[in-house]
């Protein structure tokens, strides 16, 4: 059978892990997505959670959720919660080979496949779906995300993308005029490695000074910035930063440092305190560090609406609301992951919470007789040691029952990870279920560093 080899396959990690793909073999070219005729433009809304974009994609008449990420070139489904209804055509088994010497991971690529987001139809479409179950958003999301669709679908369209209000314009290139902005920047999008990677150039407040340097556009990345360490430029986390788990890849676990930087410049707009992560050199061998910096995540992105536009080559920037929110890694050190479904009796209407992705504007919950409801579980997942959490004495699997004096199943689980990142000093007041038994703590929010 035929493998794919990849030259860089891991998960990047702020706020959830996202797997993060890059095919070094030519991969054919799809058909393109294209809008009724005679219609210019289309709107959708999307989910942002994690700092990351979700989007509502039928496949085969199969409605699911996608991450959109700049970072990848093709279509990649990672779990569908019932396979059996999904039919992929024309499918082959192949394996897909990362970093290390694990075994290749098995994978199926199918062809002639029909992909609708809104209104744009894509009826030749190629996908990859790969088997491995272990590789899954959804826990750490909160609600179902199947996969990852990108350049196969934004090189067809100018994006005009607004994280502040959620939402996608898309325009035919040929329809699109751009409008004077003078609070915008706009700059070159350097594509690589098959033209399907887009590259800009920012500024960085380096030991040796305001350097430009060339990052990935990322926005499959919830994290601000990763970083090549690289002495002779200057880039290194320094003696500022702390050592963590960043991510796990096809090879196993991604550990390197964290910290934050002094200044990152986007143009004009010029960013304080930005949190970056450097990865250990043993994860990125095969990468050439004069020619690529590192990548440039969702957690910055969102700090501006975007207008993207392959076919032109640029990109357009405008800080939103979100600009001058502080840069913060998580005070609670907890990691918490949705694990299921808890049974509720005698619910409020208010307390019912998002658990699908149908329309992006119905909320889902699944109702039982007897005036029960099944509501989300949350779980911790990990405890940073020496976290306000851990000093406190949680522990990994204790199930949460409330926070702040609020029925946890009442929070997305965004919602309930954003709490942690922001209001150094909030005392956190939160219930847990150990071993059966109900116990309650108190911790006060902390920053790293």
Request: charged share 25%; net charge positive.
């Amino acid at each position: 059978m035929k493998i794919l080899p990849l030259d860089f396959c891991n998960f990047l990690k702020s706020k959830i892990l996202v797997l993060f793909l890059i095919f070094s073999t030519a991969l054919f070219a799809q058909e393109n997505f294209q809008l009724p005729i005679g219609k210019k433009s289309d709107k959708i809304r999307f989910e942002l959670a994690n700092n990351l974009i979700v989007v509502p994609v039928v496949v085969n008449g199969v409605e699911l959720s996608f991450i959109l990420d700049t970072g990848v070139g093709s279509t990649i489904i990672f779990s569908v919660d019932n396979k059996s209804s999904l039919e992929l055509k024309n499918a082959s088994k192949i394996y897909l080979r990362g970093l290390g010497d694990n075994e290749p991971v098995e994978a199926i690529k199918s062809i002639n496949n029909e992909v609708r987001i809104g209104d744009a139809v894509s009826t030749n479409h190629k996908i990859y779906l790969v088997l491995d179950e272990s590789i899954n958003f959804s826990p750490r999301m909160g609600f179902p995300v199947h996969g990852i669709i990108g350049h196969d679908f934004i090189k067809n369209f100018v994006l005009d993308i607004n994280y502040a209000k959620q939402y996608i314009k898309m325009y035919n290139p040929g329809s699109y005029t751009y409008k004077k902005c003078k609070k915008c920047y706009q700059t070159k999008i350097d594509f690589r490695e098959k033209k399907k990677r887009p590259f800009i150039t920012a500024q960085y407040e380096s030991a040796n000074g305001l350097i430009d340097i060339n990052l990935l556009l990322d926005s499959g990345s919830g994290s601000s910035l990763w970083l090549f360490e690289n002495k002779e430029k200057g880039i290194y986390a320094g003696k500022n930063s702390f050592r963590d788990f960043l991510g796990k890849g096809f090879s196993g676990d991604i550990y390197g440092e964290k910290t934050k930087i002094k200044e990152l410049r986007i143009g004009d707009f010029k960013m304080k305190e930005v949190t970056a992560s450097f990865p250990d050199s043993i994860y990125i061998q095969g990468i050439s560090l004069n020619n690529r910096q590192g990548s440039l995540g969702g957690n910055i992105l969102r700090r501006f609406n975007l207008i993207l536009d392959y076919t032109r080559q640029k990109i357009s920037f405008k800080r939103n609301s979100f600009f001058y929110k502080p840069f913060h890694y998580n005070m609670s050190g907890l990691t918490i992951q949705h694990t299921g479904f808890t049974a509720v009796r005698n619910y409020k209407e208010e307390d019912r919470v998002y658990l699908g992705l149908n329309k992006l504007v119905n909320q889902k919950t699944i109702e039982l007789t007897n005036n029960f409801i099944l509501q989300p579980k949350y779980e911790i997942l990990d405890v940073r040691p020496n976290s306000p959490a851990d000093l406190a004495g949680l522990k990994k699997g204790d199930v949460i029952l409330q926070v702040n004096g609020k029925n946890a199943y009442r929070y997305k689980l965004s919602d309930l990870n954003d709490m942690f990142y922001f209001e150094e000093g909030k005392i956190i007041r939160m219930k847990i279920e150990r071993l059966g038994i109900e116990i309650s703590y108190n911790f006060s929010l902390k920053k790293v560093i």
